[in-house]
């Protein structure tokens, strides 16, 4: 009995030291920027590698379109991308909007090319468990039809991206260079209710995924998080 119910603690002790916590980063990026290049490699290698042990960074690339006007127009920028990230600088009580930048968790901020500063702040969210956010996502006509069931209150975002994307630049600071991104979103969406439709638009090239997410209106933290790649 004795050895029973040590190897149940054992085991018990090693499902919960595998256990990582889902840690979102959001990086607010333009490709006329030329300081953006370098977290766009960052972010890459955060999701390629996993770095932290306790957590399984999902990542965002989010395009701001106030670099549009500077000789080089975005494809993957938007402006709902640069308002969301004007929200964070209200909830985090900042004037500062500037690329490129990370929001981890929608808790900290740091330059989006500081390797440091990010993965200590990806390491302090990986110190808050989540709750479980289940996510169920299937190709429907021109769309994915996407399901959901979450416990905390707050607003549910839904997002698709795609996993890779390159670009050409021929103008602006960047002019002349070939850029790689990573999960770089393509719709973003307030969902009420726990399905929603989101259509696809034929420009979205390759593998796509969706990252859905319940966030704090006030403190814009990020309190449950699920993913589903490879469509």
Same mark, same amino acid.
């Given at each position: @009995? &004795? $050895? ?8 018990? #002790? ?6 990582r !916590? ?19 490699k960052l ?14 960074? $999902?990542?965002?690339?989010e395009?701001v ?7 080089w ?8 991308f ?9 909830? @985090? ?11 981890i968790?929608? &808790?900290?901020?740091?330059? +989006? ?8 702040? $990806?390491?302090?969210?990986? #110190? ?17 039809m $996407? ?10 975002w839904? #997002? !698709?991206a795609q996993?890779? #994307?390159?670009?050409?630049?021929? +103008? ?18 307030k ?12 420009n ?16 814009? &933290?990020?309190?449950q ?7």
């Amino acid at each position: @009995m &004795r $050895i029973l119910i040590a190897l149940s603690l054992m085991m018990t #002790a090693a499902i919960h030291a595998e256990t990582r !916590v889902p840690v979102l980063v959001e990086l607010f990026t333009s490709e006329g920027c030329s300081s953006c290049p370098p977290a766009d490699k960052l972010l890459a290698d955060l999701s390629g590698t996993q770095p932290i042990k306790n957590a399984d960074v $999902i990542v965002l690339s989010e395009h701001v379109d106030y670099w549009n006007t500077l000789g080089w127009k975005d494809p993957f920028s938007s402006k709902a991308f640069s308002e969301r990230q004007e929200f964070y600088s209200r909830v @985090m009580g900042s004037s500062d909007i500037y690329t490129p930048q990370a929001i981890i968790d929608g &808790r900290y901020s740091a330059v +989006g090319s500081n390797r440091q500063n990010v993965l200590k702040a $990806i390491s302090s969210s990986s #110190a808050m468990p989540k709750e479980e956010l289940a996510l169920a996502v299937k190709r429907e006509g021109d769309g994915l039809m $996407i399901d959901l069931a979450h416990a905390a209150k707050g607003d549910l975002w839904v #997002a !698709v991206a795609q996993s890779k #994307a390159v670009s050409r630049v021929s +103008g602006g600071e960047n002019d002349g260079r070939t850029l790689a991104h990573v999960g770089v979103v393509r719709s973003m969406v307030k969902v009420n209710g726990n399905q929603v439709h989101v259509a696809l638009d034929p420009n979205w090239q390759g593998e796509l995924k969706v990252v859905a997410f319940v966030q704090d209106a006030k403190s814009g &933290r990020i309190l449950q998080i699920a993913q589903s790649a490879g469509l």
